[in-house]
């Protein structure tokens, strides 16, 4: 079996890697329905798969100035 290379036969290719979650793996809410891990709201984290790109760069420039506090 040949195995390929990202390297050798890729290199002349745009490839676009998806928007990371921001998920840190503490998933716990406060009061407001925010993750105090990411500071997502549980509709966000659920719906984060289905979101274009720049919907989730929009949320994650969002979550830059997003209280967490109860």
Request: proline share 3%; net charge positive; aromatic share 8%.
């Amino acid at each position: 079996m040949q195995r390929f290379h990202y390297n050798e036969h890729m290199s002349n290719q745009t490839v676009k890697t998806p928007l990371s979650s921001p998920c840190i793996g503490i998933c716990k809410y406060n009061n407001k329905n925010f993750c105090i891990g990411c500071k997502r709201s549980s509709s966000e984290i659920t719906a984060w798969i289905n979101y274009s790109e720049t919907m989730r760069k929009a949320i994650m420039q969002d979550l830059e100035d997003r209280s967490i506090d109860n």
